[in-house]
């Protein structure tokens, strides 16, 4: 049973090492498409797919660094992401992100 569990432990630490290289190569991938993205489209979509490869590295930490503290920081990416997400669809559709009715 001891030795099921040693060989568990090192398939779960190499995949997590594998998923967090494969997760950094995808957010550099990312960061070139917001420099040189075509559109304000393709650069809105590239910066909420950063924000979700971010949560995925902040919870293969949470699984590296064997603690609860990352639950509620993967909580908090996912929140502002959120608004983050809306605050630029709102943009792309009319031009501003606060209306001022002065009338």
């Known amino acids: 049973m001891s030795n099921l569990l040693s060989i568990t432990n090192s398939i779960v630490e190499i995949v997590t090492i594998i998923s967090v290289a494969a997760i950094s190569v ?3 991938l990312l960061l070139y498409r917001v420099m040189a993205g075509p559109t304000n489209a393709d650069r809105a979509v590239a910066l909420d797919s950063i924000g979700m490869n971010m949560m995925g590295l902040t919870a293969l930490m949470a699984i590296i660094i064997p603690t609860t503290k990352l639950n509620d920081v993967i909580l908090l990416i996912g929140i ?7 605050g630029i669809a709102k943009y792309l559709e009319k031009g501003v992100i606060i209306d001022r009715n002065l009338d």
């Open 26 to 28: 995808s957010l550099l």
């Open 80 to 86: 502002l992401l959120f608004i983050g997400t809306l």
